[in-house]
Structures are given as structure tokens and as C-alpha cells.
């Protein structure tokens, strides 16, 4: 019995070396080099958002960041007032009213104000440089109560600044969730 089992395990590492040293030649030319290295192999890549679509979670994509944007009119009614001066010193200082219509109260209200001259030109702050202002208002604002910037606040500073633009506004519920999107209003110096 021991020799029968000593040849079974002779044969196996034999037949295991053979097969390990076994190789099989192929030619592979140079275009064929070329090709090889131009390929992609795109099997290990992440699927795109474009490809498979966003998944919104407080209003923030979990694959790639983006942030869902929407009509903020639908959250926040038309102004109540809005308009601009231009203090002694060049100070850009807004006053702006507007409902909160979103049915939901709102802790935080970032307001986006872009500078613009009489001709549509980006007027950039005198100090930052920038031609636009987030201004966060702190709530909590119920439904249908005003979110209300009055008139004292310097936004920026800037002599020829003639209309003053409302691109975005961005809130954040007492719920924990978020929505950012265009608001589009305007308003001019005179």
C-alpha cells in the first residue's frame, strides 16, 4: 500500500511541474503592442451619473456631488421689496423681503447677489474682488414668514454698481435636508 500511494504522489508532483513549466509561444507583432496599449479597459471605470442617473439625498447627488438644482420661485415668493443703495463709501447695501413658500420652516436662507454695471458688465468688489455675494440668513423661518435683509448691510463695495441680480438661493430645512436653485430677480440702482 505505500508503494502504491508513494507512486500516486510522484505522479502528481510530476504531472503539477510538468504543467508548470509547459508555456505556450505567441507572436505578437508590434502593431498588435500598439493596439494592446491604445485599448481601454473600461470594465474597471464607475458608471457616470450621465450613464445610470443621480441619486439626490438631501439634495446632493451621492455619486458625483452635484447639487439638484430648482426653481427657487417655487420656495421663496416673488419680493416683497426689493431694491439697493449706494452708501457714501461705495457700499453696496440691499433691502430684500420675500415669503418663505416652500411649506416647510427653513433654518438656514443663502442668498447669491451678483453686481452688475449699467451695461451687463460684472462690477468685482472694490476689497474681494468678486462679483457676487452669499449673504446666510438665520432662521428658523416658518412657512410663509419673510426672509428680510434691511438696508444696513454692506454686500460689497463698488461705485458702479447699477444692478444688483439674485442668481441662487440655497436653503436648508429644520429637517436636515437642502435645495439649491435660480432665483432670477432683479433689481437697479434708480
Same mark, same amino acid.
Given at each position: ?14 504531472? +503539477? ?10 507572436? !505578437? @507583432? ?8 491604445? /485599448?481601454? /479597459? ?28 430648482? @426653481? ?6 416673488? $419680493? ?13 447695501? $440691499? ?13 438656514? +436662507? ?6 452688475e454695471n449699467s451695461v451687463? @458688465? $460684472? ?7 468678486? @462679483?457676487?455675494? !452669499?449673504?446666510?440668513?438665520?432662521g428658523p423661518f416658518n ?42 430677480w432683479y433689481c437697479t440702482?434708480?
Amino acid at each position: 500500500m505505500k508503494k502504491v500511494l508513494f507512486l500516486l504522489i510522484t505522479f502528481m508532483l510530476s504531472f +503539477c511541474l510538468f504543467l508548470c513549466s509547459c508555456s505556450i509561444e505567441s507572436k !505578437v @507583432d508590434d502593431n498588435d503592442v500598439e493596439k494592446i496599449a491604445n /485599448d481601454e /479597459d473600461t470594465s474597471l471605470q464607475e458608471s457616470s451619473c450621465d450613464e445610470v442617473g443621480h441619486e439626490f439625498i438631501n439634495g446632493v447627488c451621492t455619486r458625483c456631488g452635484e447639487v439638484n438644482k430648482i @426653481d427657487m420661485n417655487q420656495r421663496v415668493g416673488k $419680493p416683497l421689496d426689493f431694491n439697493f443703495s449706494i452708501n457714501s463709501a461705495g457700499g453696496i447695501c $440691499p433691502y430684500f423681503r420675500a415669503k418663505n413658500i416652500s411649506g416647510k420652516t427653513v433654518k438656514y +436662507c443663502s442668498i447669491t447677489f451678483n453686481f452688475e454695471n449699467s451695461v451687463g @458688465d $460684472p462690477v468685482y468688489d472694490d476689497i474681494r474682488g468678486k @462679483d457676487f455675494m !452669499v449673504i446666510r440668513l438665520t432662521g428658523p423661518f416658518n412657512s410663509n414668514e419673510e426672509f428680510a435683509i434691511n438696508g444696513d448691510l454692506v454686500i460689497g463695495y463698488g461705485q458702479t454698481c447699477y444692478k444688483l441680480y439674485i442668481s441662487d438661493i440655497a436653503l436648508e430645512y429644520m429637517d436636515g435636508t437642502e435645495e439649491t436653485g435660480n432665483y432670477g430677480w432683479y433689481c437697479t440702482l434708480y
